[in-house]
């Protein structure tokens, strides 16, 4: 497994400095009509189990595109508030969650997350099936892409 180190000077989640986290930035993008802005950052990566770990912060009100996790889903939301909605039974859920939350799913929901009035920073540790790792959703659910494990790392290396 590849790591990185993050640092607290007080201990208190909001003081890990981050400026040895490397950052793959998400902006606006014409093909949906909410407001994108995001990054990620990789910690650790293993492919022998189809692992990556790492950490999403959203601007303020802003969204990630409309996904879908495949695999097995573990998150932490490390600081801010972090806003999910899903459709469970044709009723949507918009679940709220703070610092200090923590949830594992299985892969297979569609959502959409964003960040609250302050934005949000979230830990994931994200477990690949078949060699896929997302699924981005259009209208409908529709897939207008599929990341691979692979792709994900790539993009974060270049």
Known sequence: MTKQRLSASSGRLTDFDF?????????????FDYPIKYSVGILGTSPETSTVDFIGRWAPNSYCHFHRHVGDTTSLILAGE?????????????????????????????????????GSLVFFSM??????????????????????????IQDWKR
């Open 19 to 31: 400026s040895s986290v490397k950052w793959v930035h998400y902006d606006e993008d014409p093909r």
């Open 82 to 118: 972090h806003h999910t909605v899903e459709t469970v039974d044709g009723e949507e859920v918009h679940k709220i969650r703070l610092a200090g939350d923590y949830s594992h799913k299985p892969g297979g929901e569609a959502h959409m997350e964003y960040g609250g009035p302050n």
């Open 127 to 152: 477990r690949a099936v078949d060699g896929m790792i997302f699924d981005v959703l259009g209208d409908g659910e529709r897939i207008l892409n599929r990341v691979s494990f692979g792709e994900f």
